[in-house]
């Protein structure tokens, strides 16, 4: 019996350890990703700086955080009414890297909905990663740089500290965090997390 429990814990920890990477773990982005997206994507693609960043108003509300893009500052807030999937990605992760197609047809298929997708770039270890990666791998959404202040935001909010990547939000037209995913998901997965909020 003892044997089935730790051969049970093995065979979870592997699953896990293969659908999200830890913030501290040291690893390399595959070269094959640069063929990752089959979707319609912009070429023009950019990564928006975090500008500023509010704290969470209380348990699982979203905190508030602003960037530049453009020269208009855009916002979290800009998007209550409408439900919005954030997604926390890094260029290393290949777990994010792997979903970031899905998420660009989500994206797409959905722009004409009540419906807005960001992907909050943290831990990147690299100055200037993000923008060079997306450049070469551009999506049809939004991507900010954030930083610690914001992941801290985020943690508090949902009571739990965010260490590993990717980490997907579920936020509600009020502004609520009503999902949080830790580790890879396919689009259907996502779509289903999606739908219950949009429709």
């Known amino acids: 019996m003892k044997i089935l429990n730790v051969l049970s814990i093995i065979i979870l920890s592997t699953i896990l350890t293969s659908c999200s990477c830890n913030k501290d773990k040291t690893q390399t982005t595959p070269n094959t990703q640069k063929q990752q997206t089959e979707t319609t994507q912009s070429s023009d693609s950019k990564v928006y700086k975090i500008q500023s960043v509010e704290k969470s108003s209380g348990e699982n509300i979203a905190p ?21 999937l954030l997604n926390l990605w890094a260029s290393w992760c290949p777990p994010c890297i792997k979903e970031m197609p899905a998420l660009s047809e989500i994206s797409e298929e959905l722009k004409d909905k009540d419906f807005q997708m960001i992907g909050l770039n943290v831990f990147e270890r690299t100055p200037g990663k993000a923008e060079s990666f997306i450049n070469a791998n551009p ?25 590993a990547i990717p980490t997907t939000f579920i936020i509600n037209r009020d502004g609520k965090i009503e999902e949080t995913i830790v580790g890879g998901r396919d689009k259907e997965t996502f779509l289903k997390s999606i739908n219950k909020y949009l429709n």
């Open 64 to 84: 508030n955080f602003t960037w530049d893009e453009n020269g208009t500052t855009k916002s979290l807030s800009d998007f209550k009414g409408k439900i919005v």
């Open 139 to 163: 999506v049809s959404y939004t991507i900010v740089e954030g930083n610690e202040e914001v992941v801290a935001a985020f943690s508090e909010a949902i009571k739990s500290s965010i260490e």
